[in-house]
């Protein structure tokens, strides 16, 4: 069998989110590669150094295109050369009239939720691209049930269709631990970790630590992630309140970092109004960070009883929920204790274990 996989999210510089995702399955695939088991990873560009080598069972192919390569570049050159039985796409977009079965990932559905969330070019390729991936694909993978319970309401997939694999957790110890310099660092602080975004619903969080600071000022805030779209308001909200030595931002960092800010953390506050999964949550309990995540879609699922939750529309409800945490040393404790034992329903092997099962499965159907 040889299977074709879309590995452009995974050829950057800085993996986040669906690159990290992809990247590891890259990682698991390579692992399995044999002469009967083959993988031809298409992509854009020359793979960078930290992608799997390439070898008999495992090679690169270098398709160049624009914007629309998976719609007109990536389908031309499927059908010139026939040459795999199945083809998998890690991250929304499978190929326009692929000659051959398709399974594709499917990690949320905000932008049909969050429409003003998002920028229109964005929008438009998200809403027409997935809805044609999801009909056309023979199995979709959704990465939480509540992102499964969203395809079938909003795209009328059959459920029989699609299959929940959660995304995989490996934790990092790092060898050399960069150190982490910033302003205060020695304060205790809440972090936030992720993409600067609207549907990350940060103004909000930014509101509760001004109130939460008011009882305790000497805590600082931390927002690690880089700046993703549509984040002026963050900076607004800030300056509105007068936060600008209370709030610090990292733009983007290494593993090494975010790992030295986990372990010093007060906590760590997921107020997202929507997540597919939600990886921060598992990151952070790894390295005994207690959870405040949103009480909805995907958080509560991923978090289950290890973390606390609040109301994302409802500053007051994280206000509470912090200075609980603040207030109850032993609650703190028991969420970390907590932490530890839920991270061991993720895994990486056991997400790429599951995902190739899939895309066999696929064939045989």
């Known amino acids: 069998m040889v299977i ?73 050159k499927l059908y010139q050369k026939k040459e795999i039985d199945v ?7 499978a190929p326009f009239l692929c000659p051959v079965p398709s399974v594709v990932t499917i990690h949320d559905l905000a932008y049909l939720s969050y429409k003003k969330d998002f920028l229109l070019k964005d929008l438009i390729r998200l809403i027409i691209w997935t809805k044609y991936s999801v009909k056309k694909a023979t199995k979709v993978i959704a990465v939480s049930n509540s992102t499964k319970k969203d395809i079938v309401k909003l795209y009328k997939k059959s459920q029989n269709e699609i299959s929940v694999v959660y995304n995989g957790y490996e934790k990092t110890s790092p060898k050399l631990l960069d150190k982490f310099k910033i302003n205060h660092i020695s304060n205790p602080y809440i972090l936030y970790v992720g993409t ?35 984040y002026d308001k963050i900076f607004r909200k800030i300056t509105e309140l007068g936060l600008e030595n209370e709030v ?7 593993n090494n970092q975010l790992i030295f800010l986990y372990e010093n953390a007060f906590c760590l506050v997921m107020p997202s109004l929507y997540e597919g999964f939600g990886l921060p949550i598992i990151e952070a309990m790894s ?34 929920k912090l200075t609980l945490l603040k207030e109850h040393p032993k609650l703190r404790l028991e969420l970390i204790e907590k932490g530890k034992h839920q991270i061991n329903k993720f895994s990486w092997e056991k997400c ?6 899939i895309i066999k499965s696929a064939v045989l159907k």
């Not at 298409?42 to 992608?51: R, V």
């Not at 995907?298 to 529309?313: I, K, R």
């Open 248 to 254: 610090h931002f990292t733009d983007f960092i290494t």
């Open 4 to 76: 074709g996989v879309d590995g452009n999210e995974a050829n950057v510089s800085q993996k986040v989110g669906v690159s990290v995702y992809t990247y590891n399955l890259l990682k698991y695939f390579y692992k399995k590669a044999n002469k009967n088991l083959r993988f031809i990873i298409y992509l854009k560009n020359p793979p960078l150094g930290d992608l799997p080598s390439e070898n008999s069972n495992f090679k690169y192919k270098i398709v160049p295109g624009s914007l629309i390569w998976s719609q007109f570049f990536l389908p031309v």
């Open 87 to 93: 083809f998998f796409s890690p991250a929304h977009y």
């Open 287 to 320: 390295f005994d960070c207690p959870v405040i995540a949103s009480l909805t879609s995907s958080l509560p699922e991923v978090g289950g009883d290890s973390a606390l939750y609040f109301d994302p529309n409802n500053y007051f409800d994280l206000v509470e």
């Open 352 to 357: 790429g274990e599951e995902t190739l099962s």
């Open 196 to 230: 600067l975004q609207p549907r990350k619903n940060i103004p909000i969080l930014i509101e509760a630590f001004n109130k939460f600071k008011q009882f305790y000022p000497e805590f600082k805030l931390i927002i690690a992630g880089k700046k993703g779209w549509l």
